[in-house]
């Protein structure tokens, strides 16, 4: 996922710091943090961006505002109204494009005299989506469980726009693999592994996989792949260690659970490397 920092945001989108103080106070746009740092994500700009360009226009931002928050109780499904829909102004009025009508969000008014004339001079356009964007916005569908359809839906059609982009094909697989539907969650980390094999999650993604599947000696290699390009990886190592003794080959098993154990003795999983090598129970899967 893209991250930008305050700094480059006020670069980019040519913004104030006053300005983007108010619209956060707003609840126009809120920063994500991560590992105590403020960022946006690419949502986040096309959100501010449209922000600018209707208040370039003159549109009042306590207005935009309610006609925001307006938008999130008449369409539920619509979780971002300033990056999914068209916003449109005429100097009047704001409205937004929704499924082919044009709708007031304050009143949920159907616009019918809307002078699309006078629109294409006086706002800003949402242009078709890139893939870049519904990445981003199947990032923010997948944060919440609610609404990991339309998530799906978004890789799928970013996939559609850059089907050579092998995180959208490692993030669509582990969506698929969530909801049980296991070949297509092969089929996607397959076609990761054929766009870049040098990719350890990508490895290992499939090889667990093919190992829940019983399918032994191609997960072997696969996950073997995956801890020749990141030694350091314990949980293929871990997994490595179950593939191999449902093999048969209990010496190399024992040998990626020490290596397991080297790398992550306080997981939750460590004990069950530690009885396995102690030749006690059976362990899980991590």
Not at 18 to 31: N, T
Not at 170 to 194: H, M, P, S, W
Not at 241 to 260: D, I, S
Request: aromatic content about 10%; overall charge positive; proline content about 5%.
């Amino acid at each position: 996922m893209e991250r930008f920092t305050r700094r480059e945001v006020l670069r980019i989108l040519n913004l104030t710091e006053k300005q983007l103080a108010y619209w956060e106070r707003l609840r126009l746009v809120r920063p994500r943090a991560r590992w105590g740092e403020k960022f946006y994500g690419f949502g986040e700009l096309i959100t501010l961006r449209t922000i600018k360009q209707l208040t370039d226009q003159r549109v009042p931002a306590r207005r935009l505002r309610r006609a925001v928050e307006a938008l999130r109780q008449q369409l539920a499904e619509v979780s971002a109204p300033l990056s999914e829909l068209r916003v449109l102004w005429n100097g009047r009025q704001i409205a937004v494009e929704w499924e082919g009508r044009q709708l007031e969000p304050l009143t949920g008014q159907l616009l019918l005299n809307f002078d699309a004339r006078e629109l294409e001079q006086k706002i800003r356009v949402m242009p078709e989506r890139t893939a870049e964007e519904w990445f981003a916005l199947a990032l923010e569908h997948e944060a919440d469980p609610a609404t990991t359809l339309q998530a799906i839906e978004a890789y799928q059609r970013a996939l559609e726009k850059k089907p050579t982009w092998f995180e959208l094909h490692i993030n669509l697989g582990t969506l698929f693999y969530e909801r049980g539907k296991r070949d297509e969650a092969t089929r996607c980390y397959r076609q990761a592994v054929e766009l870049n094999p040098a990719s350890p999650l990508a490895q290992f993604n499939l090889g667990s996989l093919l190992d829940e599947l019983g399918q032994y000696a191609a997960a072997r290699e696969h996950l073997r792949r995956a801890v020749q390009l990141k030694p350091d990886y314990p949980d293929a190592h871990y997994n490595l260690g179950l593939v191999y003794e449902k093999l048969g080959a209990h010496a190399e098993a024992r040998r990626q659970w020490r290596r397991y154990l080297e790398l992550d003795s306080d997981s939750p999983w460590a004990d069950y490397a530690r009885r396995r090598l102690a030749g006690f129970g059976r362990p899980e899967s991590s």
